[in-house]
Structure formats: structure tokens, C-alpha cells
């Protein structure tokens, strides 16, 4: 007890120094704890998961474009025989998903929600917990299906209502029973809100469970070596470890029931918080160097009243310690303030529970006692053998400066960094962003009937609404049908998607599409009994090189003989998924009026007034289809969801930069605030001799300075070389520039200068005379 009370009053003593000590841990801790938390929960996936390490999941590999695509589409009637070949394994999963499912309960409309039809066997591949009633029979009898809590509790406000029924007007079978509520554990791969029985004709993916004591890597050996029926015929299969198929985000799953992570988000959220901790720690460090003078002073005058060295030890170890024990407490309480918001910034599934979970705990409490027992042991040893004329030669001469300086530009290096890798960043962000801005204002559906409600019936009835500018009919709008079909000079199966639009001219202008020479193609629209329009995606992949392919029939690079349309123009590629994949290939046939086969009306709207069209629609669609739920796409935030990735980085980038910046500011401001005090008499004599406050300020100043420069110059390597690894991901990204540089350094400069200038000011202000009497 009499030791902490020594402590209690050092501390108070030394507000400063505490406040900033204690700041500075208790966010680098935070941060460096909620983000292990966040990397254990997804490389620990399927954690819950018994059978999770002879779990595979049947991939093929499609030449489409370009590049090859790694799909899960598996047809039905091959899985039968794929499995009869090998013994090993002990069952199969055949799965399909819908997604933004909307059901019906007693006449009120839920939507967004997930439906997953699955074969019986999924309970061996995905552990379900059923709250009420048995999941098996939703998976067996059709006409019956299984919801999760959450679902019963949004739609029933309770968990109790097997028996009751449900419609999901997409499907075939519009009306189900509920026979369970299910809940799925926390770490799972899977996210649906409903399972029902899968339909033997629908298209699927697939995954098998091997015999316990298989060989995995080598079953994984035979089975891609074994021909097997695939997409285009006779072909080999790969597969994927439920883990590998989660850090898979080029995947293209047929199963938007499972989820998907990228890895990379993992290595650089973790890094980005052991950075911050450096900061903290670097910032307690240089604070202790300053605070360790009077804590020598303070310690020889107690061994003079006769405290032995292992009393004086064990202060000193309980100084140390119980800083960061403390930090640890408050970091807890900051955990759990920022638990809900670090969730939403990252799309994280952290709950409190989780972070004190056997898989957490050990892990932070480890990393807890290695950052406090060995400083505090260190500390102990150390200081208690200085002399104060030791001190002094060590901790106020040039090998201080040195460790200062180092450690103070490590924190620049690592601020500077964090702010130029957010500026790379979001210069990709803003290429998603401008991609995007062709698409906003703009809602897409698709009419069911069109001898029941005409399109043109649609039209005059819309066109009234307020905010509407502009509507374009089309077949099948922005998202429409595509054809494999053989790339030029490529053998028989060296295939590419082909989209094919049909569309009325201001389909064009609309979605802000620019043609190649617009003044050539409206010449030849009126002329042509059947104008077609490419993309330069077309021309690279199917025309030979050289040939213009204006004027030329479609049916010259196309093997369709269905295909008649006459080329007058080239619109530039555009962007609609992800800027990972490269744009595919398309024809669009023009027609000056609606077709029959025209059912998708395309909506320009005044983005204020959006929540009152929609509504309005809705209320029009009812009208006509009173079982049929009103749906609609949004281009905009479908560009924007499958670019998520790249905002999720914005986002952590941008918050741990800011904090990295924020505790280098927090550390020099007490820096410079005793090397202030401890160079009071300095500034005094300079300015007897006729030194200036400018002058003063400028000798204050100039150290950090020359640390940022240092930093700068080491960091522009390092981010250049990262960050262009980074980008080569994306078949369309952006390219580094000096100002992804020069802005993080300028602003560094700029709040290092006001933060140096508030501590300094007043001493370089202060009456000479009275600084020299103060020291």
C-alpha cells in the first residue's frame, strides 16, 4: 500500500506525462485488441463447425473474357455421377440461393431477405441449432420451410409460430408452412434467413463431405486429375476448403448464401493497429525520458531514508505496470463504447461476449502481460543502478537526442504512410465513385404481363409522378442477357460473355453512355433496317486487329446465325460490377420504338423525391399485381456493393490514419512541452543575446521537421511499392501521383507546426529574465 501511494503521487505530479501515457495505450491497446479480435473471428471461420476440415466445395474453371473465372455452377444431374467415382467421400450438398428474397405474412410484405434451398445432408456440412421444431423436415417436404430467430421475431414477434404459413410469390410454390426456427452459430460461413427443400431441376452448387481419416491433399489430387462432367463437357474440377473459399472474393459463387472476406482487409487492419500501439508505446517511451530525471532524483533521496533496492525495484515495477494495467481497464470500457461503430465501419460480427470468448482472451491477456511485465521488469533493473550524473550523461545527451529522434520519426513513417495509403485508396474509391455517378437517380423493374398492363400503360401512368425525368423502355434494361460465344482466333471451348442488349436510342443518354463518334452513328441510325452498337471490350476480344468494324454485320464476329444486326457505332466501355473483372463484350440493337419483347422500364428520377416515386410505384404495381411483390434494382448501389471491399479499406485506412496522427500530435505536444521546460534557460540567454520569438520558435521547430523529411523520404518507397501491388488487382484502377504524397506530407507539416507552436509560443514570449530565475 505504501508503495502505490508513492506511485499515486508521482502521477500526480506528473499530470501531463499520465494523461498522455494513459491516452496513448488505452487507444493503442483498443485498437490493436479489437482488430485481433476481428482477424481470430475470420480466420477461424466455421469455428463451430465439426466437420469443417473435410468439408470441400466443387469449383470450375471457366475461360470467359480475358481470364479464367473460378465459378461453383454445377447442373444437377451430374453430381450423381461425380460422387458414384469416388469412395471416399461420405456425402454431398447441393445448394441455390435467392437473395433479397420478399415474403408475405398476413398480408405485410418483408423484404431483403436470404432463401436457401438445400439438399437434407446440409446439417452435416453447416451446424444449425434449431430453437423450435425440426429443420430436417423443412429440407425433405416441400411445401414447408424453416426460418431463422430473427426472421420469426421480425415478421411474428415471436419464435412461437410453427404452423403458421407464409408466401414467397418468386417462387414456384407460393405458400409455405413453417415447421422451424433455426438460429445459425456466431463464425458461420452461412447467412440465410430461410432453408427449404431443394427442387432436383434447378442449377446448383456443390460441396462433399469426406470419410473421416481421408487423405484430403491427396483425394484433392485424384479428384482434379479425374475427368468429370463440367459445364462444357468432359473437364476437370477443383475444389476449395471452406477457409479458402471464404478468403476467395474472385469467386464467383453461385451461392450468395455463402460469404465471402478479403484476406487482405485481415493483414492490413491487424497492421494498422500494431502501428497505432507503436505509437503509443513510442509516445510513453519518450515521455518516460523526460519524467525519469526527477524520478532518479526522487529515488536517491528514498534510499537515503533508508529504502533498500529491492523496495525500490518493486516501485518501479509497479509504476510501469500498473500504467498499462489501468490502460487495459479503460481499454475495455473504449471496446465496448466503439464495438457497435468498428462493426459498421468494417462489416464486422463482433459481439462483447466474443472478445472474452476462449478463442479472444488468452490471446489479449498474453499480449497484455508481455506489454506490462516486461517494460515494468526492464524499467525496474534499469533505472535503480543510475546515478543521477548517469542519468544525465545517458538520458540528456546526444544518445537521447538519437532514441528521441528515431522513435519520433517512426511515428512520422508510420502516420505518413497511413495517410498516403488512404489517399491511393480513395483515389480508386472516387474511380468507383465517378463510374458510379452515371447511375444515380436511376431504379429499374421488369413488368410481369404485358398483355395484362401494357408498357406503354406503364409510361403514361409513371411519367406524372414528381421527379420523374426521364423513362426508357428496353427488353431487359442495364442487366440483360448474355451468350458464350468463341473469341476470335480461339479454339472451340476458348470462350467469352457476350451481353446483349435491345434498347431504344435514349437508353444512351440515360445512363450517360459516350459513343465513339456520335455524330457518325445518329447519320447512320435512320439508315440502317437494323442498327447495332459494341463496347471496345467487343473489338478487343472479337475483332481482328486493324478492321473497323462500322458497317460490318454482326454476324461476321458472332457464329449466331440469329444475329442481324448492322454495326454504326462503338460506345466506350462502362462499368456495372466490380473494378477486380474486365468488362465484357456486348451488342445493343437500337429500335426507334418499343418491341414486344420489351418488359423493363428504366426510370431517371430527382434523387429528393426518391422515396415518394418508389412508394407511388409500389402502389401502381400493387394495383396490377396484388400476389406479386413490387421489385426493383438500383445500378448505383449494386456498382457501389460489389466495390465494397475498396470502401472498406477507405474506411480503416482513414480511421487509423487519423488516429496514428492523433497520437503522434498528443506525444509531441508533451514532448516538446518538457524539452520546453528543461530548455527554459536556453531560450532565456538566446534571447538576452537578441534572439526573436520567430527565431525561438524556428529553434523549437526545426528538430521536427527535419523528422518528418527524414520519414518522408523513408516512406515513399515503401507506400509506392505497396500500394502499386495492391492496384494491379484491379483490371481499372487508378495511378499513383506526386499529390497522394505531397498531401499527407503538407498535412503532416502543417498540424505539426500549430501542435510544436502552442507549447513554444508562450516560452518564446516570456520575459528573459524571469525564464533564467525559473531554472
Not at 366 to 379: G, K
Not at 645 to 659: C, K
Request: proline share 5%; charged share 20%; aromatic share 10%.
Amino acid at each position: 500500500m505504501h508503495t502505490l501511494k508513492i506511485v499515486l503521487r508521482s502521477w500526480w505530479r506528473n499530470k501531463l506525462f499520465v494523461t498522455i501515457s494513459l491516452v496513448s495505450l488505452v487507444i493503442g491497446i483498443t485498437c490493436t485488441n479489437l482488430l485481433t479480435a476481428f482477424v481470430l473471428y475470420e480466420y477461424n471461420i466455421e469455428y463451430n463447425n465439426p466437420n469443417r476440415n473435410r468439408i470441400l466445395r466443387l469449383i470450375q474453371t471457366l475461360p470467359f473474357a480475358q481470364e479464367e473465372m473460378q465459378g461453383t455452377f454445377v447442373y444437377h444431374e451430374s453430381v450423381p455421377e461425380i460422387i458414384s467415382q469416388f469412395p471416399e467421400i461420405e456425402a454431398a450438398l447441393r445448394t441455390q440461393s435467392v437473395t433479397h428474397t420478399k415474403i408475405r405474412v398476413d398480408n405485410e410484405d418483408f423484404s431483403d431477405l436470404n432463401l436457401l434451398s438445400a439438399d437434407s445432408t446440409l446439417e452435416k456440412f453447416f451446424p444449425i441449432e434449431t430453437l423450435t421444431g425440426k429443420v430436417k423436415e423443412a429440407l425433405t417436404h416441400p411445401g414447408t420451410i424453416a426460418i431463422s430467430q430473427e426472421v420469426a421475431k421480425r415478421c411474428f414477434g415471436t419464435t412461437d409460430c410453427i404452423g403458421k404459413l407464409l408466401e414467397i410469390p418468386q417462387s414456384g410454390k407460393n405458400t409455405y408452412r413453417i415447421v422451424a426456427v433455426f438460429r445459425l452459430p456466431s463464425q458461420s460461413m452461412l447467412h440465410a434467413d430461410m432453408l427449404t427443400s431443394l427442387n432436383a431441376p434447378e442449377g446448383i452448387t456443390c460441396s462433399i463431405l469426406l470419410k473421416q481419416g481421408t487423405d484430403i491433399d491427396t483425394f484433392r489430387q485424384r479428384f482434379e486429375a479425374t475427368e468429370l462432367p463440367t459445364l462444357l463437357g468432359k473437364g476437370y474440377y477443383h475444389t476449395l476448403s471452406l477457409q479458402e473459399s471464404y478468403f476467395n472474393t474472385a469467386l464467383q459463387d453461385s451461392d450468395q448464401c455463402i460469404e465471402h472476406r478479403q484476406k487482405a482487409l485481415l493483414s492490413v487492419g491487424l497492421l494498422s493497429a500494431l502501428l497505432i500501439l507503436f505509437i503509443g508505446c513510442f509516445n510513453y517511451i519518450n515521455l518516460s525520458f523526460s519524467r525519469l530525471l526527477k524520478q532518479i532524483r526522487t529515488l536517491h533521496i528514498e534510499c537515503l531514508l533508508g529504502a533498500t533496492h529491492r523496495q525500490i525495484r518493486w516501485q518501479l515495477f509497479v509504476d510501469t505496470f500498473l500504467m498499462v494495467i489501468i490502460a487495459f481497464m479503460l481499454s475495455i470500457l473504449l471496446m465496448s463504447d466503439l464495438l457497435a461503430s468498428f462493426n459498421a465501419i468494417i462489416t464486422a460480427k463482433l459481439s462483447l461476449s466474443y472478445l472474452f470468448s476462449s478463442q479472444v482472451l488468452p490471446i489479449i491477456l498474453l499480449f497484455v502481460i508481455i506489454l506490462s511485465i516486461v517494460p515494468a521488469e526492464y524499467m525496474s533493473r534499469k533505472i535503480h543502478t543510475l546515478s543521477e550524473s548517469s542519468y544525465r550523461s545517458f538520458f540528456t545527451g546526444r544518445k537521447k537526442q538519437r532514441i528521441v529522434a528515431a522513435l519520433v520519426t517512426l511515428q512520422f513513417i508510420i502516420s505518413i504512410g497511413l495517410l498516403s495509403a488512404f489517399m491511393v485508396i480513395r483515389s480508386q474509391m472516387d474511380l468507383i465513385e465517378q463510374e458510379g455517378n452515371r447511375y444515380k437517380g436511376i431504379i429499374e423493374f421488369s413488368i410481369v404481363d404485358s398483355a395484362h398492363s401494357p408498357l406503354q400503360t406503364w409510361i403514361e401512368e409513371i411519367k406524372p409522378i414528381t421527379g420523374v425525368e426521364s423513362i426508357v423502355p428496353s427488353r431487359s434494361g442495364l442487366y440483360p442477357m448474355s451468350m458464350a460465344v468463341p473469341r476470335k482466333g480461339g479454339e472451340e471451348n476458348d470462350l467469352l460473355m457476350l451481353e446483349l442488349y435491345e434498347v431504344c436510342p435514349d437508353f444512351l443518354s440515360i445512363y450517360n453512355l459516350e459513343l465513339s463518334d456520335a455524330k457518325q452513328t445518329f447519320n447512320l441510325l435512320p439508315r440502317t433496317p437494323i442498327p447495332a452498337i459494341i463496347n471496345e471490350a467487343f473489338i478487343r476480344y472479337l475483332v481482328p486487329a486493324g478492321e473497323n468494324p462500322i458497317g460490318q454485320p454482326i454476324s461476321k464476329y458472332i457464329p449466331e446465325e440469329n444475329e442481324k444486326g448492322t454495326i454504326i457505332g462503338v460506345i466506350k466501355d462502362f462499368k456495372k460490377y466490380s473494378l477486380t473483372n474486365n468488362i465484357f463484350p456486348l451488342r445493343m440493337l437500337l429500335h426507334e420504338t418499343p418491341q414486344e419483347n420489351f418488359t423493363t422500364l428504366t426510370i431517371q428520377f430527382d434523387e429528393k423525391n426518391r422515396a415518394e416515386l418508389i412508394d407511388h410505384i409500389r402502389r401502381l404495381w400493387e394495383k396490377k399485381y396484388p400476389n406479386t411483390p413490387f421489385e426493383y434494382t438500383d445500378p448505383h448501389k449494386i456498382l457501389m456493393s460489389y466495390n465494397q471491399e475498396v470502401t472498406d479499406f477507405s474506411r480503416i485506412l482513414l480511421m487509423y490514419a487519423s488516429i496514428s496522427l492523433f497520437l503522434t500530435l498528443f506525444g509531441l505536444f508533451g514532448i516538446t512541452h518538457y524539452a520546453i521546460r528543461q530548455r527554459i534557460r536556453e531560450i532565456g540567454i538566446r534571447k538576452i543575446h537578441g534572439a526573436s520569438p520567430w527565431q525561438i520558435l524556428w529553434l523549437v521547430n526545426r528538430p521536427f521537421l527535419c523528422y518528418i523529411g527524414i520519414a518522408f523520404v523513408l516512406t515513399i518507397p515503401v507506400i509506392c511499392y505497396s500500394m502499386n501491388y495492391w492496384l494491379q488487382q484491379f483490371a481499372y484502377h487508378t495511378h499513383l501521383g506526386i499529390i497522394h504524397f505531397l498531401l499527407p506530407l503538407l498535412f503532416t507539416i502543417c498540424i505539426t507546426l500549430l501542435t510544436v507552436c502552442l507549447n513554444s509560443y508562450r516560452a518564446a514570449r516570456n520575459n528573459p529574465v524571469e525564464s533564467i530565475k525559473c531554472e
